[in-house]
């Protein structure tokens, strides 16, 4: 089967493209030239009267359709031709020379389309996509369009099924490897036909490490499975620590004739589970060090590149992550390349919402009629990733606590094992939602409560006290025996109960449900030292999923800290935030100090790490979300603010820290009295050197510091990689800092920074980590944020040098070179 990417020469245009809008419009729009992955919403100003508002960053939520014309050779013609969609937001409905050829709602999975009948063959034709993007459709940034790749299929009428090739390992012991492999073959022709389907495993040089051959009788218009099997002699095994990837090759031969052949990875591993051991990986236990991510990277919006996804996993994994959980939709094909690649285990969601919505137009719409067909895509799409370990069937799930509702986690559950017996199934509960049908009362209850306290005492009656009262009695229903009793059989149809902020149920659980398998599917970033130490206690907790590992766009502020006087009741910040704001790592990938006190609890990390609390809001009240833990960056530059009081915080796992000012010790003290693996120290600012040295046991274990860096005068830039496709199929990163003589970067820096290009390239995004920005991503220029900056370049169809130049105001401007190959 011949796979060609179908991502150049598309037409993107704004509206729906119906019929009565082309009416209307003559037939009159030219539309805008694109190459795929494209996100149209990123590509749109911001709207701060935007209908979905805070909850998808203020970013444009529309309708649009893209065209494209393409012809197909004659030679063609007796052949079966698909296109595979890996990812249109959303509600995607495609038609082939104005015939409607097969839509899917969904906006996060992959989908085929038959074209066969509807090509004509040595001349032209035309698709049309059309997308409807109802608003709201989503809780988190969405983007829209055509985000991921589209490939054209063309092959034999005698084929391999696209995602029909599944290999496991069934069976390994010392020196021996048993895989499994099934071939989905199909023939849409005439007649019997005798064939023979080769299986090859070659190892990373290419060698051939075993095959299987099996003759097959085949007779007209069939579709069916075959399974062979391989043995391995002597396997490299794939793990989190060595992620050895075997290629495969499987072939349909008539005598000579090659009719068909797929090629792909696949790592040979064990998966075992069980309440004494945990989670097993070739007979080693693993905790699973995890984080939620979304699926937009930053100032590229939602577009799907590899570089984007692998620069995401590496980062991460350098961080000490060794999972990651796809929040909460399907994981696109490119990152989960790169899980593979680095050894970065997976936790694949299905969707955030069964068949009740939580916003007016989501998948919840559309679920119960679609979901077999994207639940089977799905693992279809992942069966041969190592990486992939568990499926989760939901996030936060309303349907959990019903007692007819939750039969489709049965379903879910029982049709993914019958696509892949080779991973286990968790579900990734919220309690507290499984129980929100019985909550009208409850909360009532809790209201009035609060008010009769209020009343007794003779304070006026405060919405936040009343939701105060109301937080702590809905800690004490989730720990409740009726959020137990609720969601009894939503657990006990997966392998592995997924648990979304319930960590302090873990220990009564196990007490109650001797053969319950827990993760932390989602829990708060500042709870790790007391989540860990219980994953670590409980062998049958197999391991903690922090919201979030990496920041993102939308679900604005939920990560934010304010000042001064208490905040009202709005979950999220107002315009013009753009960015949760929670997580490790911030927009662009830079690691937070949250990220290295998370390393260090892993046990990862024997280095301290000094961050400081901005002094303007020293005497000022701080209040924090469930989803953060410190304001504390990592500066030493405060103008304005000399001789004023400023908080420090150390994270060590050292005894004591001592902390110095331009050599002078402030003060040294225990660490961990207030929290684990920190210490907090008070001083006053004044520019220079800010040190830390840490002693185990009286001795020195470590140091780091910080310096005031100078007026920032330079910017500094490079690419992460020196060549990018020619054809736009992939980009490079441009990390820029701003930087005073002497190269230290100055988070201070306010200077504006331009952007320009010169040669076959284009710059696909530009900004900062800055969740509060009121710029867009497309803007030529951008102020940096803690002194930072990125661009993202990509290729527009020519060979040659592209030169991507900065200026600022009083520093010397610098050019990058990429070469487009």
């Known amino acids: 089967m011949k796979k060609i990417s179908f991502n150049e020469n598309w037409v993107y245009h704004e509206g729906g493209g119906g019929a009565l809008q ?6 009159q729009d030219a539309g805008k030239p694109v190459t795929l992955p494209h996100d149209a919403s990123v590509g749109k100003p911001r709207d701060s009267q935007e209908e979905n508002g805070s909850g998808n960053g203020f970013f444009v939520e529309e309708n ?30 495609v038609y082939i020379n104005n015939s409607y050829a097969g839509k899917c709602p969904y906006g996060y999975g992959n989908f085929y389309i038959d074209t066969t009948r509807y090509i004509k063959f040595g001349e032209k034709n035309q698709i049309k996509v059309i997308v409807k993007n109802g608003v709201p459709s989503g809780r ?22 696209p995602d029909g090739i599944h290999l496991a390992c069934v069976d390994l012991e010392e020196g021996l490897a048993v895989v499994r492999s099934e071939a989905v073959l199909e023939y849409t022709g005439c ?11 070659l190892d990373g040089n290419g060698n051939v490490v075993s095959q299987d051959s099996m003759p097959v009788t085949v007779q007209e218009h069939t579709k069916n499975t075959y399974r062979q099997k391989l043995y391995v002699s002597n396997p490299s095994l794939w793990s989190v620590d060595t992620p050895y990837l075997y290629s495969y090759r499987i072939c349909i031969k008539e005598g000579e004739k090659l009719l068909d052949e797929e090629c792909g990875s696949f790592g040979i591993r064990k998966l075992q589970l069980d309440t004494v051991h945990g989670l097993r990986i070739n007979g080693k236990a693993v905790k699973l060090r995890g984080g939620c991510i979304h699926h937009d990277n930053g100032v590229i919006g939602s577009a799907v590149f590899a570089h984007a996804e692998e620069f995401r996993v590496k980062k991460l994994k350098e961080a000490g992550y060794n999972a990651i959980r796809s929040s909460h939709y399907p994981m696109n094909r490119r990152l989960l390349d790169a899980c593979d690649r680095y050894g970065m285990l997976v936790m694949d969601e299905f969707s955030d919402v069964w068949t009740t919505t939580k916003v007016d137009f989501d998948y919840g719409m559309h679920m119960a009629e679609w979901w077999e067909h994207d639940v089977t895509n799905m693992v279809n799409k992942d069966y041969n990733h190592p990486c992939v370990i568990m499926y989760s069937i939901g996030n936060e799930i309303p349907e959990t606590g019903n007692r007819f509702d939750t039969a489709w986690g049965k379903k879910l559950a029982d049709k993914i094992r019958s696509l892949d017996d080779s991973r286990y199934v968790t579900n990734s509960v919220n309690l507290m939602l499984s129980i929100m049908d019985r909550m009208g009362e409850i909360m009532a209850g809790a209201a009035q409560s609060a008010q009769a306290e209020n009343s007794a005492s003779g304070d006026t009656m405060e919405i936040n006290s009343a939701m105060s009262s109301m937080g702590d009695m809905m800690d004490r229903l989730v720990a409740s025996e009726l959020a137990g009793k609720a969601t009894e059989e939503a657990f006990a149809q997966v392998d592995i109960a997924g648990y979304n902020y319930a960590a302090f149920r873990y220990e009564q659980d196990g007490r109650l449900y001797p053969n319950r398998i827990i993760t932390g599917s989602e829990t708060f970033p500042q709870d790790l030292d007391v989540n860990w130490e219980l994953v670590e206690r409980l062998p049958y907790v197999i391991g903690d999923f922090s919201w979030t590992a990496w920041d993102y766009l939308g679900e604005a502020g939920i990560g934010k800290i304010t000042y001064g006087e208490k905040p009202g009741m709005s979950f999220y910040a107002p315009y013009p935030c753009k960015a949760a704001y929670c997580g490790d790592m911030n927009l662009l990938g830079d690691r937070r100090p949250l990220s290295y006190w998370r390393e260090i609890i892993w046990g990862f990390r024997s280095a301290p790490y000094l961050a400081v609390q901005p002094p303007k809001y020293h005497d000022t009240q701080h209040h924090m979300t469930s989803w953060s833990m410190t304001d504390a960056v990592r500066s030493w530059n405060w103008s304005g603010y000399e001789g004023k009081p400023v908080t420090v915080e150390v994270y060590s796992d050292a005894q004591e820290a001592a902390l110095y000012v331009n050599g002078a010790l402030v003060e040294r003290k225990a660490v961990g009295q207030e929290k684990k693996a920190r210490v907090l120290f008070e001083t006053v600012y004044t520019p220079g050197v800010l040190e830390t040295v840490v002693y185990q046991d009286g001795k020195e274990t470590g140091r780091d510091r910080i310096e005031t860096a100078g007026r920032a005068s330079r910017i500094m830039a490079a690419a992460d990689t020196r060549q990018i496709p020619a054809d736009g199929s992939d980009i490079a990163y441009v990390e820029i800092s701003m930087t005073d003589e002497e190269g230290r970067r100055n988070p201070e820096a306010g200077e504006r920074v331009s952007i320009s290009v010169e040669g076959p390239g284009t710059i696909l995004g530009f900004g900062s980590a800055d969740p509060a920005s009121e710029e867009n991503y497309f803007d030529t220029s951008a102020l940096p944020f803690e002194g930072r900056l990125r661009a993202a370049v990509r290729g527009t169809g020519e060979k040659g040098s592209i030169t991507v130049v900065l200026h600022a105001d009083g520093c010397e401007g610098v050019a990058v070179r990429l070469e487009a190959d």
């Open 140 to 161: 988190w940034y969405t983007g829209g369009g055509i985000y991921r790749d589209v490939k054209l299929m063309i092959a034999d009428r005698f084929h391999l099924v």
């Open 22 to 27: 082309s009416l209307m419009g003559g037939g």
């Open 191 to 201: 007649g019997t036909r005798e064939v023979t389907v080769l299986v090859q495993l």
């Open 64 to 93: 649009c359709h893209y065209t494209k014309e393409f012809v197909l050779k004659e030679e063609d013609k007796e052949k079966n031709i698909w296109l595979e969609f890996e990812g249109v937001y959303q509600n995607a409905f």
